[in-house]
Nanobody, 125 residues
Framework: VQLQASGGGLVQPGKSLRLSCAVA????????VAWFRQGPGKDREFVAA????????VYADSMKGRLTVSRDNAKNTVYLQMNSLTPEDTAVYYC???????????????????WGQGTQVTVSS
């Protein structure tokens, strides 16, 4: 299974960005998918997740209200829409996939064995 994250770049504060995570090797519908990020000098942290069944979504409390995670199984792609970006959102964003991730474990990076390479998001004026 290969994951390819894309859509990062340089964006001004207050603007929006949509990241994509393309899954190859197996159909996306088999996976629960999450986004994590790692800012400069910081530990990697959970951002958002979407389950394979029912499309249940979970968001980091610190970012709730500014994020929308969605999936298009026909395109084998998961999206992360981020709005009202601030410099504190500057980080490398990773997508990760796992199977059978229980609801209480969606925020745990250890639940996801498959990872993409990350895409850099820089928020700066």
């Amino acid at each position: 299974v290969q994951l390819q994250a894309s859509g990062g770049g340089l964006v001004q504060p207050g603007k929006s960005l949509r990241l994509s995570c393309a899954v190859a090797g197996r159909t996306l519908s088999a996976f629960d998918v999450a986004w994590f990020r790692q800012g400069p000098g910081k530990d990697r942290e959970f951002v958002a997740a979407i389950r394979r069944y029912g499309g249940t979504t979970v968001y980091a409390d610190s970012m709730k209200g500014r994020l929308t995670v969605s999936r298009d199984n026909a395109k084998n792609t998961v999206y992360l829409q981020m709005n009202s970006l601030t410099p504190e959102d500057t980080a490398v964003y990773y997508c990760a996939a796992g199977t059978g991730v229980i609801l209480s474990n969606l925020r745990n990076e250890d639940a996801y064995p498959y990872w993409g390479q990350g895409t850099q998001v820089t928020v700066s004026s």
